[in-house]
């Protein structure tokens, strides 16, 4: 039997207002509310969206009248807030990262798996088009052996809100680029079934520029300092994949992307608007076959602007970045969200969509916490290798979900 939840949005920031329209359009939600440390925040999202406000976190996890939570705190705070709420018994949504500890993720699984409940985390990568592109390749055995895969997440750290954090800001925008690496693990790992990562050596560029935010001298809570870190990875599969994490560089839009997906029968490579996929010629075993699958890859309304002189300008500035593509099966999507704004390639409609089926229905979410975990550890542990100058490093896993809890596949 379906449930109908009653939620409440922990963080009224600048990321957390695309979604409270889209969580009160959901079938299978009753009703929502919003809470922020910042009274105004939680004032300005009461108006606007026609909201009550509940005073604190705490206040909400006590709450009988509410039995979910959606974080949207800042990025190295979920853990924590993640493992309260499971422990008080809310069924969770929480944007990315996972947590910033291994320990933590370890104690939300064995919480998950204890008490039963969702969570979700509300991962764009998963969803993009480029995934969903090799994904279904991958799963009709197109690809053949997966075999290398490049992918980013750049993002320059000038173009983060670090207001919420007050005067401390800089202590907070120097975390480690690693500590969120989410994205473009999700679109590699995110294209293969049950793949996870084994081993990690990454590299970090040593920040100069910016010694008030990036160092080893306690200017940041982590004394890290890299803006831009690279991983190796070698995966459950055999294959390998090389993963950047970007926080100054010179690269707008599109900010995260698989740039290469080789697998031993045929190839995916992206090159900043164009998409292309080889594949062997079935008449002829010797020849590669070179089709532009761009049309499906991009919106429909984006792609027939491809030939504009501006077009990598537009692409750049973020053409594409409100609306799905064709590879994206948007039909799934409930009937309430089809003038509702979407984000992130069209991939929040999805992001909430398989939340609340999940808690409504008790099946787990695509983006449960033991995928999570696998998108999530990689970088933690990447992050140290680099501290160590490269040093080769296991990553824990923590495994599939019980085998009597099944993920709903929707797309
Ligand atoms: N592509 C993506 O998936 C994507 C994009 C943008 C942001 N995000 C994620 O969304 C989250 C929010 O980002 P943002 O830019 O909106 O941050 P923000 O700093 O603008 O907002 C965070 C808000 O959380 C509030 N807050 C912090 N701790 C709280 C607590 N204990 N109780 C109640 N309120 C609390 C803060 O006061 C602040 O208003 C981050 O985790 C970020 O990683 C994801």
Not at 170 to 193: C, E, N, Q, W
Not at 225 to 242: C, H, K
Not at 294 to 311: H, M, S
């Amino acid at each position: 039997m379906r449930k109908r939840i009653n939620l409440c949005f922990i963080g009224c920031g600048a990321f957390c207002k695309a979604f409270v329209p889209l969580f009160q359009k959901h079938p299978d939600v009753e009703s929502v509310a919003v809470c922020d440390l910042i009274p105004e925040r939680a004032a300005d999202y009461s108006q606007k969206f026609d909201v009550p406000i509940i005073a604190s976190f705490e206040e909400a996890i006590a709450s009988d009248k509410i039995d979910a939570v959606a974080i949207f705190t800042q990025r190295h705070t979920h853990g924590p807030l993640v493992i309260a709420a499971l422990k008080a018994g809310k069924n969770v949504y929480s944007a990315v990262p996972c947590a910033s500890t291994i320990e933590e993720i370890y104690e939300i699984e064995e919480l998950v798996r204890k008490t039963r409940l969702t969570y979700s985390m509300g991962e764009t990568g998963y969803y993009r088009a480029p995934t969903v592109f090799c994904r279904n390749k991958m799963l009709a055995g197109e690809f053949g052996d997966f075999v290398y895969g490049e992918a980013q997440y750049n993002h320059d750290q000038r173009h983060f809100h670090y207001e919420s954090n007050g005067p401390d800001w800089r202590k907070v925008a120097g975390i480690p680029p690693m500590l969120y690496p989410t994205h473009s693990t999700a679109m590699i790992l995110g294209a293969m079934k049950g793949v996870y990562v084994k081993k990690v050596a990454a590299f970090g560029w040593v920040e100069e520029k910016l010694p008030d935010i990036f160092g080893t001298n306690g200017v940041n809570l982590w004394n890290n300092p890299f803006s831009n870190t690279a991983m190796l990875a070698q995966l459950s599969n055999g294959g390998v994949a090389r993963i950047s994490e970007n926080r100054r560089v010179a690269f707008a839009g599109p900010n995260t992307y698989i740039s290469q997906f080789y697998g031993s029968d045929a190839c995916y490579e992206f090159s900043v608007a164009h998409h292309y996929f080889t594949h062997w010629d079935s008449k002829n075993t010797n020849k590669l076959l070179m089709d532009e699958v761009t049309k499906d890859l991009l919106p429909a309304g984006v792609y027939e602007k491809i030939n504009d002189p501006d077009f990598p300008q537009r692409i750049s500035d973020g053409a594409g970045f409100w609306d799905s593509a064709p590879v994206q099966n948007t039909a799934r999507i409930p009937i309430e969200y089809r003038h509702e704004k979407n984000g992130h390639n069209g991939t929040h409609h999805f992001m909430v969509d398989d939340f609340c089926q999940a808690a409504a229905t008790g099946m787990l979410s695509p983006t449960n916490i033991w995928t999570a975990a696998r998108y999530n550890l990689p970088g933690l542990v990447a992050h140290k290798s680099a501290i160590n100058g490269g040093q080769l490093m296991d990553v824990p896993d923590l495994g599939e979900p019980p085998a009597d809890w099944p993920v709903m596949q929707l797309d």
